[in-house]
């Protein structure tokens, strides 16, 4: 059975940091592309990074390139998002999702067939 759970959500004043995970289990983990997503209330479900097994490959949104870092872990099946800088506009349920490896990063929702419940990160101004 295909589990992934995050963590690591929370609330942070503006400016602070928070690093998410995403355990994963029943599947081979080194074998998949992995992103995270956010949606903030009223909003769509957004692309946020995503890194490919092969060739190690990481893309960012514009929104967070340069504050977030995507790794993972492949010995623990664990995938991070280290979070910077953060923003007010940052607060969502932040999900990470698996996919196909590519060799060329998906950003879209369809590019992922299996998801986490989500994490709530909240930022105060």
């Known amino acids: 059975q295909v589990q992934l759970v995050e963590s690591g959500g929370g609330l942070v004043q503006a400016g602070g940091s928070l690093r998410l995970s995403c355990a994963v289990s029943?599947?081979?983990?080194?074998?998949?592309?992995m992103g995270w997503f956010r949606q903030a209330p009223g909003k769509e479900r957004e692309f946020v990074a995503a890194i490919t097994w092969i060739g190690g490959s990481t893309d960012y949104a514009d929104s967070v390139k340069d504050r977030f870092t995507i790794s993972k872990d492949n010995a623990k099946n664990t995938l991070y998002l280290q979070m910077n800088s953060l923003k007010p506009e940052d607060t969502a349920v932040y999900y990470c999702?698996?996919?196909?490896?590519?060799?060329?990063?998906?950003?879209?929702?369809?590019?992922?067939?299996?998801w986490g419940q989500g994490t709530q990160v909240t930022v105060s101004s």
């Open positions: 029943g599947f081979t983990f080194s074998s998949y592309a």
């Open positions: 999702a698996a996919g196909p490896d590519t060799i060329v990063i998906v950003r879209t929702l369809q590019g992922y067939d299996n």
